[in-house]
């Protein structure tokens, strides 16, 4: 199964008030691991950044002049992402901003499979802080690079942290299928049930035990019906 991890940047909170996407990175699984693969891209987004956005990312205008604008990476990315399903921490967040980024070309919005991490988290520890920070802590995924907000190491480390949350879900059945034992690996777990008789000596012991019980639960044995 192809798995895309997905993070942007922007330049502010809302892009119903005309914000953009300044930073997207994509990292690939298959089957659960990750593969390398990459997709990272940033973006002109040919407007002011808001200043308390850029305290958490600290991506200047200045830096993003001469990047690309949206328009000339959006059929690349789309290609990269494929049919993949979609790895995202606050989903509604980034789709808003991409979905938007696509109707401004007047392209469909995304309609992919999207598996969000921060409701996964919230059913798994509820009342708990589950921001990517605490979510690192808790997994012990080591995220000391992380001083300030970025779209690939954020991407990098989602995919970390998802792997941690959802480790032993896989069952047995598909362990066995994924590592394509041999026959002869798996026929020992099919032998037949080996039954072994009581002798005459056993036999006699279980009537005393029973006639025992019998006795003690005034004639209310069942066994001895």
Same mark, same amino acid.
């Not at 049919?83 to 979905?99: S, T």
């Given at each position: 199964?192809?798995?895309?991890?997905?993070?942007?940047?922007?330049?502010?909170?809302?892009?119903?008030?005309?914000?953009?996407?300044?930073?997207?990175?994509?990292?690939?699984?298959?089957?659960?691991?990750?593969?390398?693969?990459?997709?990272?891209?940033?973006?002109?987004?040919?407007?002011?950044?808001?200043?308390?956005?850029?305290?958490?990312?600290?991506?200047?205008?200045?830096?993003?002049?001469?990047?690309?604008?949206?328009?000339?990476?959006?059929?690349?990315?789309?290609?990269?992402?494929?049919?993949?399903?979609?790895?995202?921490?606050?989903?509604?967040?980034?789709?808003?901003?991409?979905? !938007?980024?696509? =109707?401004? $070309?007047?392209?469909?919005? #995304?309609?992919? %499979? /999207?598996?969000?991490?921060?409701?996964?988290?919230? @059913?798994?520890?509820?009342?708990?802080?589950?921001?990517?920070?605490?979510?690192?802590?808790?997994?012990?995924?080591?995220?000391?690079?992380? !001083?300030?907000? =970025?779209? $690939?190491?954020?991407?990098? #480390?989602?995919? %970390? /942290?998802?792997?941690?949350?959802?480790?032993?879900? @896989?069952?047995?059945?598909?362990?066995?299928?994924?590592?394509?034992?041999?026959?002869?690996?798996?026929?020992?777990?099919?032998?037949?049930?080996?039954?072994?008789?009581?002798?005459?000596?056993?036999?006699?012991?279980?009537?005393?035990?029973?006639?025992?019980?019998?006795?003690?639960?005034?004639?209310?044995?069942?066994?001895?019906?």
């Amino acid at each position: 199964m192809r798995q895309i991890v997905l993070d942007t940047e922007t330049t502010g909170l809302d892009p119903k008030l005309g914000h953009r996407v300044i930073e997207l990175a994509a990292v690939e699984m298959m089957n659960r691991r990750l593969t390398g693969s990459r997709f990272h891209r940033y973006l002109n987004p040919e407007r002011e950044i808001d200043e308390k956005a850029q305290e958490i990312h600290g991506l200047s205008l200045e830096f993003l002049e001469d990047k690309p604008k949206f328009k000339e990476i959006a059929s690349e990315f789309l290609d990269y992402l494929g049919d993949a399903e979609l790895v995202i921490h606050n989903a509604p967040f980034d789709l808003a901003f991409l979905n !938007t980024e696509f =109707g401004l $070309l007047d392209l469909p919005s #995304l309609d992919h %499979e /999207v598996i969000d991490t921060l409701v996964m988290a919230k @059913e798994l520890h509820p009342g708990k802080r589950n921001n990517l920070d605490a979510l690192c802590e808790r997994y012990s995924v080591n995220n000391a690079k992380r !001083t300030l907000h =970025g779209a $690939l190491l954020d991407a990098e #480390l989602l995919a %970390e /942290v998802y792997l941690a949350m959802t480790r032993g879900q @896989e069952s047995l059945i598909m362990a066995l299928e994924e590592a394509e034992f041999p026959r002869e690996a798996v026929a020992p777990f099919e032998r037949k049930l080996i039954v072994v008789k009581a002798d005459d000596e056993e036999l006699i012991a279980h009537d005393e035990q029973l006639g025992e019980i019998d006795k003690a639960s005034g004639g209310a044995c069942l066994w001895k019906l």
